[in-house]
C-alpha cells in the first residue's frame, strides 16, 4: 500500500520558514518523480517545486529564490525548504509522487499571517 504522509505545515509570521517533509512508504521511492502542490481555498491546486529521479528540479516562478526543494532517498523522504515566506503561499501544501501512476499525500497546511 503506498503512502505519502506529509508534514512540517503550521503557522508562520510572513518572512519566516518552514521545512515540510514528505515521507513515502510501499514505492521504490528512488525511481519516483516527486512534486509539491499546493491549493488555496477556491483556488486551483498548482506546481510549487519538483524534482526528478535523477534529481533535476523545477520550480513555480512564485517561488524562486525562496523554496528549495531535496530528496533523500536513502529516507524516502522529499522536503521542501520555504524561506521568506508570504501570506500568498498560504495554502495547502500536498505530496505528489508519479513514475507510471500518480499517487498523492493528505495535505498540511501552511499558514502565513501578515
Known amino acids: 500500500q503506498v503512502q505519502l504522509v506529509e508534514s512540517g505545515g503550521g503557522l508562520v509570521q510572513a518572512g519566516g520558514s518552514l521545512r515540510l517533509s514528505c515521507a513515502a512508504s510501499g514505492i521504490i521511492f528512488n525511481l519516483y518523480d516527486m512534486t509539491w502542490y499546493r491549493q488555496a481555498p477556491g483556488e486551483q491546486r498548482e506546481l510549487v517545486a519538483a524534482?526528478?529521479?535523477?534529481?533535476?528540479?523545477n520550480y513555480a516562478d512564485s517561488v524562486k529564490g525562496r523554496f528549495t526543494i531535496s530528496r533523500d532517498n536513502a529516507k524516502n523522504t522529499v522536503f521542501l525548504q520555504m524561506n521568506s515566506l508570504k501570506p500568498e503561499d498560504t495554502s495547502v501544501y500536498y505530496c505528489n509522487a508519479k513514475r507510471w501512476l500518480d499517487y498523492w499525500g493528505k495535505g498540511t497546511q501552511v499558514t502565513v499571517s501578515s
Open positions: 524534482i526528478t529521479s535523477g534529481g533535476s528540479t
